[in-house]
């Protein structure tokens, strides 16, 4: 049975799936009014670049972007556009022109292609049956994706969810026609409301910790239950501990083996490592069992952290072809659980496994966490030796060049400690005929420094 926990009393919304007890996925919010995947806007094109991409003004601080893929659209020229992926770090939202609607059986949309059925629908028959229903259901100019759901579900509570979402999605866009940019046509229903939609059925329990919110999700769910205990919700069924391990680089597996995960702008890189397993010294049969292991342990905690885009996972080393097949195809299965389309695309020369996921929000690690001040978020900081050359030539020119007879530096405790036993500012200073004081300072960042008249 599933469960879904709601936390609605801190300073985000958050959600966390559990399955049998175990913790599957969580999505958080913060409670802000940004756009985020699925919202519609009538947006005005700011600039074109190239005849490529488009820079249109949803109504944010940055621009969406927008490629033309051969579209002829024009500098000023109003359109509706929907959000693909959310603002993230110095980029504007992605945009799309492909416009649609999801419910829970099925996605409309504006690009009049063919019908598409989901790749978990198996059955042929099946398949070729839900397609011919979505034709004579879809207005025309419009298409649609058949979802999972859609698979256990009556045809006619499916046919009136397409005929539903095809007549909303023709009033956005007529309505998109006559606003003047920019607006917000359409919000699209929020993660944890996507969660409920996509990932609970009769049978499983919701429970939430607020009554506003309690008031709005029974009429959506039925079996809500509001949360009144003392103890935190979170705490009480032992997720609160779970979060802040999935903010830790290194994620231990049960065989001694370990996870670390790194962020980069570009993609997500994970390193496998055996650490003390041996498996009773086989290393063909340590690096397997291992592999086996992380490739569950990863495809859950893509989930659970929210990581999307490209991600890049290093594996333990396995020479023989036949273990290789047997790690792809544990991964593939794992993945495969994912409410998100995740594909594992293969390996490349190197031995490294290659997987994308979609993105639908931004990654947990980056909605909890902010950069440091120290290190600029690069997760490291010039070491002391680096640095006390800097302040070397600094006091060398304050020494050399003006009329002072002493020069203070002010530095963190360690920093301090080095600079007075490991250079040699000192000698430095009396080949001036001048001086150097070094002066601690308790609360500074490690590598912070002041070098003063």
């Not at 028959?125 to 649609?144: I, Y």
């Amino acid at each position: 049975m599933k469960k879904l926990l709601i936390d609605v009393l801190s300073g985000y919304i958050r959600a966390a799936l559990t399955e049998d007890g175990t913790l599957c996925e969580l999505v958080a919010e913060d409670r802000n009014d940004a756009p985020q995947a699925g919202d519609i806007f009538a947006g005005r094109v700011m600039q074109i670049v190239k005849g490529q991409y488009a820079f249109v003004d949803i109504g944010t601080d940055k621009n969406g972007f927008l490629q033309l893929k051969g579209r002829n659209i024009q500098q000023g020229q109003a359109l509706s556009v929907m959000v693909e992926k959310p603002a993230y770090g110095e980029k504007g939202a992605a945009l799309t022109t492909d416009i649609s609607l999801a419910g829970r059986l099925a996605a409309v949309t504006n690009d009049g292609r063919d019908i598409g059925v989901s790749h978990k629908i198996t059955d042929t028959a099946q398949r070729q049956s839900l397609a011919q229903l979505a034709r004579r259901t879809l207005p025309e100019g419009f298409s649609c994706v058949i979802r999972t759901n859609a698979e256990a579900a009556d045809e006619t509570v499916l046919r009136a969810e397409i005929s539903a979402l095809s007549e909303k999605l023709a009033d956005i866009l007529e309505r998109g026609r006559f606003t003047k940019p920019p607006y917000r046509l359409y919000r699209a229903p929020r993660e944890v409301d996507r969660l409920i939609r996509d990932c609970l059925s009769d049978g499983d329990e919701l429970i939430v910790n607020n009554k506003k919110y309690f008031d709005e999700i029974k009429n959506i769910f039925a079996n809500t239950t509001l949360y009144e205990k003392d103890i935190p919700l979170f705490t009480e069924y032992g997720i609160e501990k779970e979060v802040e391990e999935l903010l830790q680089r290194k994620v231990w597996l049960d065989c001694g083996g370990f996870l670390v995960f790194d962020y980069t702008e570009a993609m997500t890189v994970i390193d496998v490592n055996s650490g003390k397993f041996t498996d009773g010294g086989d290393k063909r049969k340590t690096a397997l069992k291992t592999n086996i292991q992380a490739a569950k342990e990863i495809a859950r905690q893509i989930r659970l952290r929210n990581l999307s885009g490209i991600i890049i996972v290093d594996f333990v080393n396995m020479s023989g072809r036949e273990d290789v097949e047997a790690l792809e195809t544990q991964l593939k299965r794992a993945l495969a659980g994912d409410r998100l389309k995740t594909v594992y695309v293969g390996m490349t020369e190197l031995g490294l496994a290659q997987i994308t996921r979609q993105k639908q929000s931004v990654p947990l690690h980056t909605l909890f966490s902010r950069p440091c001040g120290t290190c600029r978020g690069s997760g490291e900081v010039p070491n002391f030796r680096y640095i006390s050359g800097i302040i070397k030539n600094k006091a060398v020119f304050l020494l050399s060049q003006t009329v002072y007879k002493t020069i203070v530096v002010r530095a963190g405790h360690d920093l301090a400690k080095y600079l007075e036993t490991n250079t040699d500012l000192f000698d430095t200073a009396e080949k001036y005929g001048k001086k150097i004081k070094i002066e601690t300072i308790e609360t500074s960042a490690a590598d912070y420094f002041e070098v003063d008249k």
